[in-house]
């Protein structure tokens, strides 16, 4: 008995790094849906969007930067996909120099950013249900002047002129927002102050989790109507909508290399201890 658990112990540690890359391997190739049990946080920014009235609109700034991987781009594609899916005006722009290139793989698929978005599965058409206006840059600045003009950008990304998209009709300032969501590690601050403080637009954002922390009390506040956070809050959100997704395969992930590690560390604990007792060295 004593043999076998030293031998156990002295198993080549690669071992369980092989182990533990089979196992994570696993939810990457099928999502497993381990539990998950929304927060607060998740289920508020859901009904809030589940009770918005037909044909509000709903602007998104796409902030999010490649840096922040997974945590902002799995985030942005599932409240996409729910926006989407009602019957709603939906209104994006980015404030981040890495915005369209992260919008355009929500809908081509990616490896932040899961399968691919087609907004025609949700029988959304563009100009009419949903357009891209494309990168605005100025920081604050910016962030004022498209409030009070919506049409700043002349044309959307692509270079078609608003006034030939329908659906800008219903979005010229801030006072025609009925939400912004948007998706960021910064300028919290400066959102806050040019957009609900300045026009009392309920902001929702989407953080990585080192931003977490600063966004309670403004949402104690009343300032910020709720929040996501981090890989887990999308991957609560794709919960909610009935999207799983990337996130919930990603969570799969941590939580089986995490029960991987703390299982090898009991049973090297437990093998220590009995070989200790029985007089193993």
């Known amino acids: 008995m004593i043999m076998s658990i030293k031998k156990l112990m002295e198993i080549d540690s ?7 890359l089979i196992l994570v391997s696993i939810p990457i190739i099928q999502p497993l849906g381990l539990p998950i049990r929304p927060s607060d946080y998740a289920i508020k920014v859901y009904n809030f969007i589940e009770s918005l009235p037909p044909e509000s609109v709903v602007v998104i700034d796409a902030a999010q ?3 922040y991987g997974a945590e902002l781009q799995t985030q942005y594609v599932v409240i996409l996909k729910h926006v989407l899916k009602k019957d709603l005006k939906l209104i994006i722009v980015s404030f981040s ?8 793989m929500a809908y081509e698929g990616g490896i932040i950013s899961g399968k691919p978005v ?13 357009v891209y206006l ?15 003009d919506c ?3 002349k044309t959307d990304a692509s270079g078609t002129p608003l006034e030939e998209l329908p659906i800008m009709q219903y979005c010229k300032t801030a006072e025609d927002w009925n939400v912004i969501i948007a998706f960021t590690g910064g300028n919290h601050e400066q959102r806050i102050a040019q957009w609900y403080n300045a026009y009392l637009v309920p902001l929702i954002f989407g953080v990585p989790g080192v931003s977490a922390p600063r966004m309670y009390s403004y949402m104690a506040s009343g300032q910020v109507y709720s929040m996501l956070s981090s890989l887990i809050g999308a991957a609560e959100y794709e919960i909610l909508t009935n999207e799983i997704g990337l996130a919930a395969a ?9 029960l991987c590690v703390v299982a090898a560390v009991i049973i090297g604990n437990l093998g220590y201890i009995v070989t200790r007792i029985r ?3």
């Open 65 to 67: 930067t490649a840096g």
């Open 14 to 20: 690669r071992y369980l790094y092989l182990v533990m």
């Open 97 to 104: 120099a890495e915005g369209p290139m992260l919008v355009d």
């Open 279 to 281: 007089g193993g060295k």
């Open 134 to 148: 494309g990168y605005i840059p100025g920081g604050e600045t910016a962030f004022v002047s498209f409030a009070r």
């Open 118 to 130: 087609d907004p025609a599965k949700y029988g959304d058409v563009y100009g009419e249900d949903y």
């Open 250 to 258: 990603l969570m799969d992930v941590l939580n089986l290399g995490q």
């Open 151 to 153: 049409w700043m950008t």
